[in-house]
């Protein structure tokens, strides 16, 4: 008898290797499903990955707004930008994955220290061309701040900020910022503020327009040419260093920018350098000479009055013939000149009547003179004024200077290119010069002052005239004297 239940039975090899096949499917379908389950998984039930308001912190799970809703999402995304990483701006990093963004906002925190940037321009920024942007940076760094610029230094405060003519009112700096209007060949010039931070150093310059506060560019790499050209054109001598207002050398200049400074320096006058001494009212026995005092220059006659009680800083007059002519030394007194004033007129404090032969200057709001047509042939000639115009004058020069400055009864303007000729007109000038105001000068000296108005007959002209000696000039003085040789070797 045969035993069927052992042929009916499964080999035990075969029945292991199928129990394992099972067993293994069976594994394999669990760990398919678990897969499955955590690739479709919703990332917005994350709980990590949200703040206490509900704001994504790792990453953006709004399919709707450049997000991801599943785990398999967020691989083909992330897949997708891999291929073109290059091309990727770090804004769509940020999109996706928003701690990027909080880790942007601190990068640009520390760079608007030094570098202001645009709002989205970090965002706007491909990952191909980070290493690029971040060099070209350097360029636009606020080297203003690094500098820490105080107020005691107008060239690298105009260096930093681009303001000049800088002042203090009740603890407020304040400058001038001129604007270059782009295309138009014009400039605005603002009234600015300056901004100080606890250390006293300058943080920044505005002004207002239209109701919002407009900073003015600080100094970068990338404008630190343009600024150095400012400071040789635009930045005066009087800004860049002090200058006191006994200094009539560097006062001359004062107004001279680095580029003009050597041209201004050749155009210089004479007289305003030498303007005590030139227009002095007499001369000091210590050899000082008083400020000259400048003059606003008046062409009505009618405003002359009588003069009451001696004034030193007035210019006086003598009415003769209808005329006022200027008394004394150029109407320039002295007290003992002065007597009872009695014959005496004035236009009053710093008021001198016009005269075409006098050299004229111009005045801005800070009192600073400038000579009218300056460098030019016809420097300090000017027209009487007209309607409301104020020109200034220091008046007529004194005896001695005269003989110097002094052509066809004109005073000229000579600088340093031209005192050569000064000097040539000083012989012309000395020889037509009457004695009084030679006697006046010091270059001839009368001890008895009344032997200048002793009378002589001589020939002027070819017509026979007297007249005192103080009124004859030195070439006739010597034309009467050989003259009157000839007559004696004569008899």
Known sequence: MSDTSRRRGMHPLL????????????????????????????????????????????????????????????????????KGYSNLTVGEIEELLPVMGSLTSKIESELNNYVTLQDGELQAVKLGGLSEYLSGLADRVNVAKLIGTTT?????????????????????????????????????????????????????????????????????LENVKERVNGVCNELTIGEMVPISS??????????????????????????????????????????EFPEAEIYLA??????????????????????????????????????????????LYTLGAGKILYDSSYLYYTMDEDGDIRMINSGDVNAGRAEAPVNGEQIYTYGSASPLWKLLIYMDEEEKAFTFNNVGSMITNVSKNTQGTPMRELDAAGILTFENKADLEIMIKHTKDGVTVTEPLGDISLEEVIGIAVSYFKVIEGT
């Open 152 to 220: 005691d230094n107008a060239i690298l405060v105009y260096m930093s900020y681009g303001v000049r003519g800088l002042y203090e009112d009740n603890g407020t700096w304040y400058a001038k910022y001129k604007d270059e209007l782009a295309g138009s060949g014009e400039a605005a010039v603002y009234d600015c503020v300056l901004e100080l931070n606890d250390s006293g150093k300058i943080d920044g310059a505005y002004y207002e327009k239209d109701g919002e506060r407009v900073y003015t560019p600080f100094l970068t």
């Open 15 to 82: 029945a292991f290797f199928l129990g394992f096949l099972l067993a293994f499917i069976l594994l394999v379908g669990s760990v398919v499903g678990v897969v499955f389950f955590a690739l479709n998984f919703k990332l917005d039930k994350l709980s990590a990955n949200k703040d206490s308001e509900g704001n994504y912190l790792f990453i953006n799970a709004d399919p709707e707004n450049g997000g991801v809703g599943t785990v398999l999402d967020l691989i083909g995304k992330v897949s997708e930008m891999s």
């Open 246 to 287: 006994g200094d009539r050398i560097l006062g001359s200049i004062k107004n001279s920018t680095v580029n003009t400074i050597s041209q201004d320096i050749n155009n210089l006058c004479i007289q305003q350098i030498f303007a005590n001494e030139v227009y002095a009212r007499e001369t000091s026995p210590d050899g």
């Open 298 to 343: 008046v062409t009505d006659e009618s405003a002359f009055y009588a003069a009451d009680g001696y004034d030193e800083a007035l210019i006086y007059y003598n009415l003769e013939g209808g005329k006022y002519v200027l008394a004394g030394n150029n109407g320039k007194l002295a007290a003992d000149a002065y007597g009872d004033g009695s014959g």
